[in-house]
């Protein structure tokens, strides 16, 4: 990641276990921690800077190459930064996992790139009664839609990005519907050429 990535002047990826408002405060002081209300207590709250490289990325390919099954980028990866004489330093930050796993499957030249979850697809209106599935849409008209900032949000992003920069296609769904997505009979499917939004029938 940059080291000059803005987030790092405002931390605001909760992490840790929940204080009351004294202990969240003496830990701030003590060990310059920077703080934020979490569920009606206080957390410790770190940068979370957009990723940039991944320094492993040669041996991801060798392996993927060679037919392996690669598991990588865990929680978004390690978080380092570049010193002035190009070695790495560990730095307190945590790696959005789906703006990581783009730029993996960026960097791979992937030709799908599906980030499977917990739920079939991806909703406007989520948990209110006009919610709607999406079955597929372009990059633009998803980026028009509002998602839950730690939840959905990201994931669009990645999957805006991964399709505006390849030009290739993009899926969100369930773990158990992954063929389903690839033949294009599940989830949300994200492609350059599609037409504004088309919605799954309620």
């Given at each position: 990641?940059?080291?000059?990535?803005?987030?790092?002047?405002?931390?605001?990826k909760?992490?840790?276990?929940?204080?009351?408002?004294?202990?969240?405060r003496?830990?701030?002081?003590?060990?310059g921690?920077?703080?934020?209300?979490?569920?009606?207590?206080?957390?410790?709250v770190?940068?979370?800077?957009?990723?940039?490289?991944?320094?492993?990325?040669?041996?991801?390919?060798?392996?993927?190459?060679?037919?392996?099954?690669?598991?990588?980028?865990?929680?978004?990866g390690?978080?380092?930064?570049?010193?002035?004489?190009g070695?790495?330093?560990?730095?307190?930050?945590?790696?959005?996992?789906?703006?990581?796993?783009?730029?993996?499957?960026?960097e791979?030249?992937?030709?799908?790139?599906?980030?499977?979850?917990?739920v079939?697809?991806v909703?406007?209106?989520w948990?209110?009664?006009?919610?709607?599935?999406?079955?597929?849409?372009?990059?633009?008209?998803?980026?028009?839609?509002?998602?839950?900032?730690?939840s959905?949000?990201?994931?669009?992003?990645?999957?805006?990005?991964?399709?505006?920069?390849?030009?290739?296609?993009?899926?969100?769904?369930r773990l158990?519907?992954?063929?389903?997505?690839?033949?294009?009979?599940?989830?949300?499917?994200?492609?350059?050429?599609?037409?504004?939004?088309?919605?799954?029938?309620?």
């Amino acid at each position: 990641m940059d080291a000059n990535d803005p987030a790092f002047r405002h931390p605001s990826k909760p992490i840790g276990p929940l204080y009351d408002e004294a202990q969240a405060r003496r830990l701030a002081r003590e060990r310059g921690w920077a703080i934020a209300r979490d569920a009606g207590r206080y957390r410790r709250v770190v940068a979370s800077p957009r990723p940039k490289r991944i320094f492993e990325l040669a041996v991801i390919e060798l392996l993927v190459s060679q037919g392996v099954i690669v598991i990588c980028a865990g929680g978004g990866g390690i978080p380092v930064v570049c010193r002035a004489d190009g070695s790495l330093m560990g730095v307190e930050a945590v790696i959005d996992k789906d703006l990581a796993s783009a730029l993996l499957a960026r960097e791979l030249r992937a030709e799908v790139f599906l980030m499977l979850t917990d739920v079939d697809a991806v909703y406007s209106d989520w948990a209110t009664a006009s919610a709607r599935a999406i079955r597929h849409a372009s990059p633009g008209s998803l980026r028009e839609l509002v998602f839950a900032p730690g939840s959905m949000a990201p994931k669009a992003e990645a999957a805006c990005e991964f399709v505006d920069q390849t030009g290739a296609m993009a899926a969100i769904g369930r773990l158990e519907d992954a063929q389903a997505i690839l033949r294009g009979e599940a989830g949300t499917i994200i492609r350059p050429d599609a037409v504004g939004i088309e919605w799954y029938a309620p």
